[in-house]
């Protein structure tokens, strides 16, 4: 395994999910520079609140080496990424959420979208943050209509529309009387994350809190990605 392991560094070396620079021999995930200063570029956590959901934490920023790096993740297939990101995600919610939350779950893509893409990146990111926190995530929401994506749509209040009544709770005893943790890629507008939050409490839930791994810097911009 280990001869087999050289062989597959010797030909496809690990690269920083962050610069995406080939890492040192034996090293994966993240270099030793990102590590020290893209994930405390910011405050470790970066608090907001929605129009429906309590409170939204998030790690990193939306913006240079880690903005490069989450669209390879969303679109280029890097699906490993997940379990660096879901570390950074992870000691957000513990360090600011711990205690407030009874379960965990994502804001999903749509069949359509799933299909195209292969993988439903929330959910990979949901997943490997309840790992880090000994947890388990649960499938809560569906999107059962696909829409045109968030970043194409203009500013919040047309992206408020544009998801209107596209998500729904398919088993309502799951979330009922529960604080639920909703788990997404990143916070722009907060318009999906208020929209599955109005669809969980409808459900029964007794609050929505929130986490994502990156926020952009204002909450009315567009980061210029398909959502």
């Given at each position: 395994?280990?001869?087999?392991?050289?062989?597959?560094?010797?030909?496809?070396?690990?690269?920083?999910?962050?610069?995406?620079?080939?890492?040192?021999?034996?090293?994966?995930?993240?270099?030793?520079?990102?590590?020290?200063?893209?994930?405390?570029?910011?405050?470790?956590?970066?608090?907001?609140?929605?129009?429906?959901?309590?409170?939204?934490?998030?790690?990193?920023?939306?913006?240079?080496?880690?903005?490069?790096?989450?669209?390879?993740?969303?679109f280029k297939g890097q699906t490993g990424y997940a379990k660096i990101y879901g570390k950074f995600i992870a000691e957000s919610i513990a360090d600011n959420l711990a205690g407030?939350?009874?379960?965990?779950?994502?804001?999903?893509?749509?069949?359509?979208?799933?299909?195209?893409?292969?993988?439903?990146?929330?959910?990979?990111?949901?997943?490997?943050?309840?790992?880090?926190?000994?947890?388990?995530?649960?499938?809560?929401?569906?999107?059962?209509?696909?829409?045109?994506?968030?970043?194409?749509?203009?500013?919040?209040?047309?992206?408020?529309?544009?998801?209107?009544?596209?998500?729904?709770?398919?088993?309502?005893?799951?979330?009922?009387?529960?604080?639920?943790?909703?788990?997404?890629?990143?916070?722009?507008?907060?318009?999906?994350?208020?929209?599955?939050?109005?669809?969980?409490?409808?459900?029964?839930?007794?609050?929505?809190?929130?986490?994502?791994?990156?926020?952009?810097?204002?909450?009315?911009?567009?980061?210029?990605?398909?959502?």
């Open positions: 395994m280990g001869f087999f392991s050289t062989l597959l560094d010797l030909f496809f070396p690990p690269k920083c999910a962050f610069c995406h620079k080939v890492l040192d021999s034996g090293k994966s995930g993240v270099c030793a520079r990102c590590k020290n200063s893209v994930a405390r570029a910011e405050p470790q956590a970066v608090s907001d609140r929605g129009e429906v959901f309590t409170v939204c934490v998030s790690p990193l920023l939306y913006a240079d080496t880690v903005k490069d790096s989450i669209r390879r993740f969303k407030r939350y009874d379960l965990i779950t994502w804001v999903p893509l749509s069949r359509k979208r799933l299909k195209s893409r292969g993988y439903d990146q929330a959910m990979l990111l949901c997943m490997a943050a309840a790992l880090e926190l000994n947890d388990v995530a649960v499938a809560a929401l569906e999107k059962y209509r696909d829409v045109p994506a968030q970043s194409g749509v203009g500013d919040a209040a047309h992206r408020r529309a544009n998801i209107s009544g596209v998500y729904r709770v398919p088993d309502p005893e799951l979330v009922a009387d529960k604080r639920v943790l909703l788990v997404d890629d990143i916070l722009t507008t907060g318009s999906t994350l208020d929209e599955c939050a109005r669809m969980l409490l409808d459900a029964g839930a007794l609050e929505v809190l929130c986490a994502t791994l990156a926020r952009t810097r204002d909450r009315e911009e567009t980061a210029g990605d398909d959502f």
